[in-house]
Nanobody, 119 residues
C-alpha cells in the first residue's frame, strides 16, 4: 500500500522560508511516478504548485510562485521536496503531495500539511 507522508509545514512570518518533504513508501517503482505538490486554501479550489518528473530534469512550478518556490526529488529516498522562500500570507494553505503516472492522473495522495504565513 502506497503511503505519502508530508512533513515540514508550520507557521512562519511573511518573508520566511519553509521546506516541505514528502516521503513515499510501499511501492518499489514510485521513482517512475511524477511527484507533485498541490495546495488548497480555505474557500478556494485546489491548485497545482509543482511537479517533479521521474527522470529528473527541470521541474514544473506554477507561475504564481515560480520566482519563490523550487521543487526537487531524491529517488534514492523516494522523497520530493518543496522549498518555499519569501513566503506571503496568500501562501497559507493545506499542502498535499501526490504521485501518479501522468500529470493530472494522480493515484496516490498524502494527508496534507498546513502552512500558515502571518503578516
Amino acid at each position: 500500500q502506497v503511503q505519502l507522508v508530508e512533513s515540514g509545514g508550520g507557521s512562519v512570518q511573511a518573508g520566511g522560508s519553509l521546506r516541505l518533504s514528502c516521503a513515499a513508501s510501499g511501492y518499489a517503482y514510485i521513482s517512475n511516478y511524477i511527484l507533485a505538490w498541490f495546495r488548497q486554501a480555505p474557500g478556494k479550489e485546489r491548485e497545482g504548485v509543482a511537479r517533479a518528473y521521474p527522470g529528473g530534469g527541470p521541474t514544473y512550478i506554477t507561475d504564481s510562485v515560480k520566482d519563490r518556490f523550487t521543487a526537487s526529488r531524491d529517488n534514492a529516498k523516494s522523497t520530493v521536496y518543496l522549498q518555499m522562500n519569501s513566503l506571503k500570507p496568500e501562501d497559507t494553505a493545506m499542502y498535499y503531495c501526490a504521485a501518479g503516472p501522468l500529470p493530472n492522473q494522480y493515484t496516490y495522495w498524502g494527508q496534507g500539511i498546513q502552512v500558515t504565513v502571518s503578516s
